[in-house]
């Protein structure tokens, strides 16, 4: 926890624990484990094959964990075996948007992300979205790398 002592209280939304995928017998997630609060903004940084796609994939049940939980908004998942009724409820609220190829470039990073909130019903506004995510965005349009 950044400048706070463990006393204070959280506002936890996103805790992964021990997230574990391999492909084969090639490992790529070793046990991962993070904690989101709300408001939070986080970047998941690495190079080219280190698993940040994956991760992203596993956490939204579009490929299964060799093992791990995952802790939104209070309720937990296994990521390894969770029924498909509620890897649904857990995308309502929910929102994944897709490396450069899938994006709008009409629109902006902010945009982008707010055609799948909007369509989930969590928020109709950008003003609701910020309010949303507790914090003001700049953001600039995608630009493609050439």
Known sequence: MANGTAS???????RVDNIRKAFGDQP???????EVDKGDVIAILGPSGSGK???LRCL???ERADGGTLTFDGETFDLHQTAKRDIARLRRKTAFVFQSYNLFLNKTALGNIMV????AGVVSS???????????????TYQPKK
Request: charged share 35%; net charge positive.
């Open 116 to 119: 799948q909130a909007r369509a």
């Open 8 to 14: 204070e209280k959280r506002d936890c939304l996103l």
């Open 60 to 62: 939204n049940f579009l």
């Open 126 to 140: 950008l003003a609701e979205m910020r309010r949303y995510i507790g914090r003001s965005i700049e953001t600039k």
């Open 28 to 34: 790529v997630l070793r046990d991962v484990s993070l």
């Open 53 to 55: 796609t994956t991760l």
